[in-house]
């Protein structure tokens, strides 16, 4: 199987979606890239599938131009966005390769309504000179960002030798045992092999700051979300409620203030669904946010870390690193077993994913074994499990952004369960969860695969650009 990294399932990028976005925008990248010296006056953008019937609601349109135009969406200031589609739309005109060509979004992205039989979210790049085919590439985007390129295998460039290979649960249980180490510490010599340790410690550390400001960027602004909803952003005002009128001028100011506050079980409840809240709505407002394992269900590990991070005795960035380590590789496990994309397996493959990982992470670092934290893992899945995807209008809001905080506080009593119980008496195990929930998937009818098609989105029809 593929070997995987947590800097894989953990990225840093721009929301809505990270297989209608931050995978079309990676493409886009890819694509610009390997036109470098090569003559063209002419570039065309066909979408299928998924990717056609909610690409307007996940900027799937917007993602790829700013790829093609060479913009990383780890790094691109988000404020400067609308003012670049703007500029492209006003001039008819893509800057690729420090060239200017030619291009009309209206005419040249093309939205086509059935899905193509190698994945339900294709897409096909093409680049002409005067009328001939220059290049021709066609991309899949299988959720969490991950992109294939048709012909090339997956990951093809990360052969990697690692200590401990870990495909299943089993694997995690076996090595635990035999070296009678945590399963934090077995990823963290796995860790090892794909870079420094520097480099760990940094990434962890950009992570978990990623994810603070995300935050808190959400609890100070309110407003309505973009897209046609008329959506209302809630975290703000949850958060003033919350902190009484206690002042703050950044970011670590205001979680000191949480951390020192006098809480209640109530304010503790409200405040792991502020955290969810925030990321989703910076999200659904194309923020920057960190994909875990997508953007979608962005909030709930965050949403859970926050919480450990101010409720409970911990011991900083160590902790978080262990809670990371841990959560991103039950991601990776979801990702290798089953699916980690909406458009394949529904949203059981994005907000349980998330849930079981979050689930994980504060299981290992509130002292549960390593059979505890699968269990616990296995128990926040298995209560997602047939979870649809129905986002209504193609947007990433209704329901997704309160399913986030769902997921987190589903994360949080399986965790509770598993710390309380003995994995001997389970009936259940984590590599059972993951194969039934792939079973699930394949089963699914495919309207509630991220269409707009079924569920809300059909219950709840509203006039939209793209619905």
């Given at each position: 199987?593929?070997?995987?990294?947590?800097?894989?399932?953990?990225?840093?990028?721009?929301?809505?979606?990270?297989?209608?976005?931050?995978?079309?925008?990676?493409?886009?990248?890819?694509?610009?890239?390997?036109?470098?010296?090569?003559?063209?006056?002419?570039?065309?953008?066909?979408?299928?599938?998924?990717?056609?019937?909610?690409?307007?609601?996940?900027?799937?349109?917007?993602?790829?131009?700013?790829?093609?135009?060479?913009?990383?969406?780890?790094?691109?200031?988000?404020?400067?966005?609308?003012?670049?589609?703007?500029?492209?739309?006003n001039?008819?005109s893509?800057?690729?390769?420090?060239?200017?060509?030619?291009?009309?979004?209206?005419?040249?992205?093309?939205?086509?309504?059935?899905?193509?039989?190698?994945?339900?979210?294709?897409?096909?790049?093409?680049?002409?000179?005067?009328?001939?085919?220059?290049?021709?590439?066609?991309y899949?985007?299988?959720?969490?960002?991950?992109?294939?390129k048709?012909?090339?295998?997956?990951?093809?460039?990360?052969?990697?030798?690692?200590?401990?290979?870990?495909?299943?649960?089993?694997?995690?249980?076996?090595?635990?045992?035999?070296?009678?180490?945590?399963?934090?510490e077995?990823?963290?010599?796995?860790?090892?092999?794909?870079?420094s340790?520097?480099?760990?410690?940094?990434?962890?550390?950009?992570?978990?700051?990623?994810?603070?400001?995300?935050?808190?960027k959400?609890?100070?602004?309110?407003?309505?979300?973009?897209?046609?909803?008329?959506?209302?952003?809630?975290?703000?005002?949850m958060?003033?409620?919350l902190?009484?009128?206690?002042?703050?001028?950044?970011?670590?100011?205001?979680l000191?203030?949480?951390?020192?506050?006098?809480?209640?079980?109530?304010?503790?409840?409200?405040?792991?669904?502020?955290?969810?809240?925030?990321?989703?709505?910076?999200?659904?407002?194309?923020?920057?946010?960190?994909?875990?394992?997508?953007?979608?269900?962005?909030?709930?590990?965050?949403?859970?870390?926050?919480?450990?991070?101010?409720?409970?005795?911990?011991?900083?960035?160590?902790?978080?690193?262990?809670?990371?380590?841990?959560?991103?590789?039950?991601?990776?496990?979801?990702?290798?077993?089953?699916?980690?994309?909406?458009?394949?397996?529904?949203?059981?493959?994005?907000?349980?994913?998330?849930?079981?990982?979050a689930?994980?992470?504060?299981?290992e670092?509130?002292?549960?074994?390593?059979?505890?934290?699968?269990?616990?893992?296995?128990?926040?899945?298995?209560?997602?499990?047939?979870?649809?995807?129905?986002?209504?209008?193609?947007?990433?809001?209704?329901?997704?952004?309160?399913?986030?905080?769902?997921?987190?506080?589903?994360?949080?009593?399986?965790?509770?369960l598993?710390?309380?119980?003995?994995?001997?008496?389970?009936?259940?195990?984590?590599?059972?969860?993951?194969k039934?929930?792939w079973?699930?998937?394949?089963?699914?009818?495919?309207?509630?695969?991220?269409?707009?098609?079924?569920?809300?989105?059909?219950?709840?029809?509203?006039?939209?650009?793209?619905?």
């Amino acid at each position: 199987m593929e070997r995987l990294s947590v800097f894989d399932i953990f990225k840093i990028g721009v929301g809505p979606s990270s297989s209608h976005t931050l995978g079309p925008w990676k493409a886009g990248l890819a694509f610009s890239e390997n036109l470098k010296g090569k003559a063209f006056d002419g570039i065309e953008v066909h979408l299928y599938g998924s990717l056609s019937k909610t690409g307007i609601g996940h900027a799937t349109d917007i993602a790829v131009q700013l790829g093609l135009e060479g913009f990383n969406p780890e790094t691109i200031s988000t404020e400067n966005i609308s003012t670049i589609i703007q500029r492209i739309k006003n001039e008819k005109s893509l800057s690729i390769n420090q060239s200017n060509i030619r291009f009309d979004p209206k005419s040249q992205i093309v939205f086509h309504q059935h899905a193509l039989p190698q994945h339900p979210n294709t897409m096909i790049l093409k680049a002409f000179q005067k009328g001939q085919s220059v290049l021709e590439e066609t991309y899949f985007s299988l959720g969490g960002g991950f992109i294939l390129k048709e012909g090339e295998e997956e990951n093809r460039d990360k052969v990697v030798d690692l200590p401990f290979p870990i495909d299943k649960g089993l694997d995690l249980v076996k090595y635990t045992n035999a070296t009678e180490q945590s399963i934090a510490e077995i990823v963290w010599q796995n860790e090892l092999c794909f870079r420094s340790a520097e480099d760990i410690h940094n990434g962890i550390q950009l992570i978990f700051d990623t994810m603070l400001e995300c935050v808190f960027k959400g609890v100070t602004t309110d407003g309505i979300l973009p897209g046609g909803l008329e959506v209302k952003r809630r975290a703000k005002k949850m958060n003033d409620d919350l902190m009484e009128g206690k002042s703050f001028s950044n970011a670590k100011e205001w979680l000191n203030q949480i951390k020192n506050s006098t809480i209640d079980f109530n304010k503790i409840n409200k405040w792991i669904s502020c955290f969810a809240l925030a990321v989703n709505e910076e999200n659904a407002a194309m923020g920057r946010i960190v994909t875990s394992p997508t953007n979608g269900a962005a909030g709930v590990v965050p949403a859970v870390l926050f919480y450990y991070y101010c409720f409970c005795e911990n011991n900083g960035i160590e902790d978080i690193k262990r809670f990371l380590f841990t959560s991103g590789e039950v991601g990776c496990l979801f990702k290798k077993g089953a699916t980690i994309s909406a458009a394949v397996g529904g949203c059981q493959a994005e907000i349980g994913v998330s849930s079981a990982m979050a689930a994980a992470g504060l299981t290992e670092v509130l002292g549960g074994s390593p059979r505890q934290v699968l269990m616990a893992g296995e128990i926040a899945m298995e209560h997602h499990l047939g979870l649809t995807c129905d986002p209504v209008g193609g947007l990433v809001q209704i329901p997704c952004i309160e399913r986030n905080t769902m997921g987190a506080m589903k994360a949080i009593t399986a965790s509770n369960l598993a710390l309380s119980g003995d994995p001997a008496d389970a009936k259940v195990n984590f590599d059972v969860v993951v194969k039934t929930m792939w079973d699930t998937a394949q089963e699914m009818n495919g309207k509630y695969k991220e269409t707009s098609e079924g569920g809300l989105a059909f219950n709840l029809p509203v006039i939209m650009p793209n619905c």
